[in-house]
């Protein structure tokens, strides 16, 4: 089985802290993504990458960057962390382009700043 | 631009039918799919079905798929109280990377 791997489940950070939030999976997928999962708003994406050392934006990438230095992991970066940024955290990983583009995901990490 | 709309909760009893609707406006979806997220963890897939379909069953589950209306309806038969989650519909449009767009989760409530 595929497994996505969220480091975290629960994080509390405050304002103005850095915050990684930390993926990997383990079945050599091309492609990653973040989504934060907000109630009434459902998923929306955040980055993504669809190769080592690539990126691109999603719906919503202001306030957050990326790092994908190894294919099995992406990281998600908060540089300076605000209140509006509490949110459930998703990462999720799919084969590749050509295939039915069937998304796996992680447990999610539930991120609170304070 | 893409959107995906889907009813916000649904209530049923134990042993009924639930469907759950959701309409999307990207006429070149290539593949839709729902999946299903159980409290306090992430979402998973349930099936898909891909857009030269009309219909796909699998088991308790008949998607039904639209695509002059551009309607995708997910119907779980002799619901149980497990099947209490959210749904998400999602579609994959054919440009770009093909990333999917999400509607806003339905949440299937099933009493006993």
Known sequence: ?114 | GEDVEQSLFLSVREGDSSVINCTYTDSSSTYLYWYKQEPGAGLQLLTYIFSNMDMKQDQRLTVLLNKKDKHLSLRIADTQTGDSAIYFCAERAESGYSTLTFGKGTMLLVSP
Request: negative net charge; proline residues 2%; hydrophobic residues 35%.
């Open chain 1, 1 to 114: 089985d595929v497994k996505v791997t969220q480091s975290s489940r629960y994080l509390v950070k405050r304002t103005g802290e850095k915050v990684f939030l930390e993926c990997v999976q383990d079945m050599d997928h091309e492609n990653m993504f973040w989504y934060r999962q907000d109630p009434g708003l459902g998923l929306r994406l955040i980055y993504f990458s669809y190769d080592v050392k690539m990126k691109e934006k999603g719906d919503i990438p202001e306030g957050y960057s990326v790092s994908r230095e190894k294919k099995e992991r992406f990281s998600l970066i908060l540089e300076s962390a605000s209140t509006n940024q509490t949110s459930m955290y998703l990462c999720a990983s799919s084969l590749d382009l050509a295939s039915t583009g069937e998304l796996f995901f992680g447990e999610g990490s539930r991120l609170t700043v304070l």
